[in-house]
């Protein structure tokens, strides 16, 4: 069954950064989209950023834009998400993705657990 592991998140201080990393296994994910999203307490999940499955193709939420980076390593089935110029307001937990494509939460058809990122002002 696949599988998709976080880590890399912990408490950081505004206008650090983290670098969150996602370990896919059970299966090749060579030929999937990844993506980031992150729900925020009291809040819905939100997209932050996709990659499709080819790296022609990245997108990003405006919030992030020009601060988050999606790259993925295939020869080791693991994508990441740089996080630069951290803001108290990207405090949430940090959710990866595959399978899908879109904005939308219900377009994609694996999870992981989550990663905390906790953003200090």
């Known amino acids: 069954q696949a599988q998709l592991v976080e880590s890399g998140g912990g408490l950081v201080q505004a206008g650090g950064s983290l670098r969150l990393s996602c370990a896919a296994s059970?299966?090749?994910?060579?030929?999937?989209?990844m993506g980031w999203f992150r729900q925020a307490p009291g809040k819905e999940r939100e997209f932050v950023a996709a990659r499709n499955w080819s790296g022609r193709n990245t997108v990003y939420a405006n919030s992030v834009r020009g601060r988050f980076t999606i790259s993925r390593d295939i020869t080791k089935n693991t994508v990441y998400l740089q996080m630069n110029s951290l803001k108290p307001e990207d405090t949430a937990v940090y959710y990866c993705a595959a399978g899908g494509w879109g904005t939308s939460p219900g377009g994609w058809d694996y999870w992981g657990q989550g990663t905390q990122v906790t953003v200090s002002s």
């Open positions: 059970g299966r090749p994910f060579s030929d999937y989209n």
